[in-house]
């Protein structure tokens, strides 16, 4: 057992993916910031110094104090604190945790959706491919923040009151729901290609059900882009994320994401406190640039033209 | 070319058509119109009355027709949060988000455009290396986060540029313009540089690597082996077939400038139609939301099919109506 471990670690090692992962600096940095990133996010109960969502170690005589390398910090807030002296290295740990929970959920949505409707569409064809197609074009001319607004703001009219409660869902349906396009479109290029192989083929003849066919046979076939579309969609989905909770429509300011931070940091910008907000915002860049910086080598690696 | 028009023509009105079902449904089936307007204690009678005034009892197509039709009068009803007619709204804040974008698209096409030409040129010089990983950071930070940022050092450190609004503003005829006054211009200098920021990454990559796939193409070593000048073969044949894909990812970032000033309004405190669209969604301000969807759609609609009109003019291979090259 131990033997045939060694071995998949040892294949995997020299495979074609490591090697141009071993021979890419910039990746390799990335993944170590996204481990970094994600190790922090998923520990941060254990590893931020804090709990700033436990009201009862919140002080607000510890309110808005700068970050320790300033006059007048506190060298157990590093980074400084908001104004309900929650500490701020500790909500970016926290709020890193949400942004990656609703990215990550909401890329797995979209995915799900495009790639089944991608699919039908490419197995199928016909009338079914031809409406799939047209929905999603139409889709396409829109820019997913838009579509995202306006069925977060659907939900909000359908669901009154409730909405706070809901918010993780309902931001990971309107980002999975504005992203499916390019899931869907890239499936059913491949899967036109692959319906036409005689493994398919003799698949159909012994009479398989099409469904087993497409989820079974096809399915396997046509992953390998997606995998690349979706590292490069979690920034994205990230973004939106935080894009909407700064626009006051995302996570709820209890329990606040990176882009409820730095919404909330940006009222005090003004008044000078401008690490309530630049910190989150910078722990943002970093993750979303290390996931482009991962989503662009894994692109390039898997590309059979580039080699 | 005539069919070609048509048919665009036909599915930019299913298009709109379709969005503005979405946005009849966001009515039809979000909240009671009846409800919300006579409150609890109204009798039966009065409930079918209203029902009957506004037109509720009749079918759905009847309805939907009626829709349409006060959707094409410009008519969207009133704004459950103002209580103003949402059309009256939207020609305030028209001006100030479509002063914003356009500016933000020059900015991004006079210095993407360029800039995209020599990175594609000098693919190794020091400048385009520098220039291409910083456009690899600027597709990762948010539109709202360059703003904050900005804010950060020019207003707030530094006190040279006014942090939010608009400035003073001249009023010409029902148009509002900021263009005319020096707080104006100074107001708008930060919101444009943050819409447009991100337009000028993209049409930067864009022409560069559309460059760089032009150069290696066999055209291009005949008109050197012809003994043209570089400037002739750079400009003349290289950067004129770059431009197809350009004039389409442009024209096509024109409408999200437009939608993504909705961000960039909100940073900034712009009064244009995006921060009434933001506002409309937290508070579930149905008609404003509708009528928004509505006119962006026409926007994006309309850009499309000048967008598709304009192959004709710089791709000639496109002006044979083939029918091969119908479905793109």
Known sequence: MAGRLADALRDSWDSDLAWSFRHSPYAMVAAIVFAACVGTAVLAPWVAPHNPFDLAQLDLSNSLKPPMWIAGGDPSYPLGTDDQGRDILSTIFFGARISLEVGIAAVLFSMGLGVALGLLAGYVGGKTDAFIMRVADVQLSFPAILIALLIDGVARAVFPGAHDSMAFWVLVLSIGVSGWVQYARTVRGSTMVEKNKEYVQAARLFGIH??????????????????????IHIATAIITEATLSFLG??????????????RIGNDFMFSGEWWVTLFPGLALVIMVLAINLLGDWLRDALNPRLR | MTAFVIRRLLQAIVVMLVVAFVAFSLFQYVGDPVQLMMGQFATPADRIRLTHELGLDQPFYVQFFHFVVNALHGQFGVSLRIGKPVSVLLAQRLPATLELSICAALLALAVGIPAGVYAGLRPNSWLARTAMSGSLVGVSLPTFL??????????????????????DVVHLGGWSTGLLTRTGLESLIMPTITLGLFQ???IMRLVRSEMLEVLRADYIKFARARGLSDRAVNFGHALRNTLVPVITITGLQL????????????????????????QAVSYADIPVMAAYLCLIALVFVVINLIVDLLYFVVDPRLRVDRPGAAGR
């Open chain 1, 210 to 231: 099409p469904l087993a066919i497409m989820a079974r046979h096809v399915l396997p076939n046509v992953l390998g882009p997606v995998l690349v579309i979706a590292t």
């Open chain 1, 249 to 262: 429509v995302g996570v709820p300011a209890t329990e606040p994401s990176l882009g409820t931070l730095i």
């Open chain 2, 146 to 167: 360059i703003g904050i940022l900005l804010i950060l050092v020019f207003a707030v450190k530094l006190g040279w540029l006014p942090a939010f609004g608009r400035g």
């Open chain 2, 200 to 202: 000028l990454t993209l």
């Open chain 2, 255 to 278: 409408g999200s400038i437009i939608a993504f000033s909705i961000i960039t309004e909100q940073v900034f405190q712009w009064p244009g139609m995006g921060l009434l669209f933001v």
